[in-house]
């Protein structure tokens, strides 16, 4: 029966797809190059879709700082400004999405909690338990952002609401959804859910993704 299923999968392709609802209608350009669309996604998600709740939501900074902070969704939005980036989104799986990516920079939350001399590494976790990290230098240097706009909107649930990292020049699995907590680290070793299952830890794009 499963292999019949998958006969009539592979011959309908796009039929199946996903079609969740969005807010408002996605762009398809922006500033002349060409975008992918959110249902350009392949779902593959460790434990499926995530549905956060944005009245219940905190997002947590916690770790080697002097103060912990914790924000609701909207004291994100509206404490912080959001800058707007094209960057292409690579799964080792073999697929890729170029989309334009509207967030805050990480750096911004960081700097609220006085991050302590001795932190080398930002570990971030998400509501069904994922994890990934990267070195602090990283995150700053790169001006790395943390989106909760996806092609012009809202993220939607099925695309990590309230929050995707947009981990450029890292691999696919570097780019943690659903985020709830950023932990500031000594630990420049540790390992995140598809890290400690073999995958690099830097997880660059122009290096292999096994380690
Ligand atoms: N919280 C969480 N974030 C996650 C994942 C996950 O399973 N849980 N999967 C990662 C992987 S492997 C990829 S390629 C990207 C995009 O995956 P998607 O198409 O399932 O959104 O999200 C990443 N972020
Ligand atoms: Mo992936």
């Known amino acids: 029966m499963s292999i019949l299923l998958s006969l009539i999968a592979l011959a309908f392709g796009d039929f199946f797809k996903e079609n969740f609802e969005l807010e408002s209608k996605e762009l398809t350009s922006y500033e002349g190059e060409d975008l992918s669309s959110i249902y350009d996604f392949r779902e593959n998600s460790i434990k499926g879709y995530q549905y956060v709740t944005k009245e219940t939501y905190r997002l947590t900074i916690s770790g080697l700082v002097n103060n912990t902070q914790q924000f609701t969704y909207d004291e994100v939005l509206n404490s912080f400004t959001s800058y707007k980036k094209v960057v292409e989104l690579f799964c080792v799986e073999g697929w890729e999405v170029n989309i334009l990516w ?11 909690t006085n991050v302590s001399t001795n932190a080398t590494t930002i570990i971030f976790h998400a509501y069904d338990g994922y994890t990934t990290s990267f070195p602090l230098d990283f995150i700053i240097d790169n001006d790395i952002i943390l989106a909760h706009k996806i092609n012009g909107v809202t993220l939607p649930p099925e695309r990590g609401f309230p929050f995707q990292l947009v981990a450029e ?15 500031v680290s000594d630990d420049s070793d540790y390992e995140g859910y598809w890290e400690s299952r073999g995958y690099s830890n830097e997880g660059d794009l122009n290096k292999g993704f096994f380690d």
């Open 102 to 112: 509207e967030g805050i920079l990480v750096k911004e939350l960081l700097n609220t």
């Open 169 to 183: 020049s890292k691999w696919g699995y570097k780019w943690i959804k659903w985020v709830t907590e950023i932990e």
